[in-house]
C-alpha cells in the first residue's frame, strides 16, 4: 500500500539545523505536490511548507520562512525539509503529507488543500 516514512527528527539545541525526509512508497508522487506540517503538545496541526510537483514553486508559513527550505527529489521519490535556526517553539511531531491530484496547482487554495497521504510523523525537539 502506499506509504510515507519520515526520517531525521531528533534533539537539537536552539539556533541548530535538521534536515528531515519522507520517503515515498507504493506508488509514484513525481506529479503529485507534497508538503509538511507540523503540531506542538496541546496546538492543532499546522502548516509548515509546500512544493508544488515538478519543485518549482514553493510556499512556507510566515514562522518558518528564511529558516525552512523545502525541497524534493521525484526520481528518488523523497521530499525533504532542511530547517537552520532552529528555535523552542519549532518543537512539535513534522508530518509529510501529498496530494492525491496529479498536476494539480491553485495558488489561492489553502495549502492543506488534496493533502489525502499523510505519514505517521518524526518528532522535532529544539532545547534552549
Known amino acids: 500500500q502506499v506509504q510515507l516514512v519520515e526520517s531525521g527528527g531528533g534533539l537539537v539545541q536552539a539556533g541548530g539545523s535538521l534536515r528531515l525526509s519522507c520517503a515515498a512508497s507504493g506508488r509514484t508522487f513525481s506529479r503529485n505536490a507534497m508538503g509538511w506540517f507540523r503540531q506542538a503538545p496541546g496546538k492543532e496541526r499546522e502548516f509548515v511548507a509546500r512544493i508544488s510537483w515538478s519543485g518549482g514553486s514553493t510556499y512556507y508559513a510566515d514562522s518558518v520562512k528564511g529558516r525552512f527550505t523545502i525541497s524534493r527529489d521525484n526520481a528518488r521519490n523523497t521530499m525533504y525539509l532542511q530547517m537552520n535556526s532552529l528555535k523552542p517553539e519549532d518543537t512539535a511531531v513534522y508530518y509529510c503529507?501529498?496530494?492525491?491530484?496529479?498536476?494539480?496547482?491553485?495558488?489561492?487554495?489553502?495549502?492543506?488543500?488534496?493533502?489525502?497521504?499523510w505519514g505517521k510523523g518524526t518528532l522535532v525537539t529544539v532545547s534552549s
Open positions: 503529507a501529498a496530494d492525491s491530484r496529479p498536476f494539480h496547482s491553485n495558488m489561492y487554495a489553502p495549502p492543506s488543500s488534496g493533502m489525502d497521504y
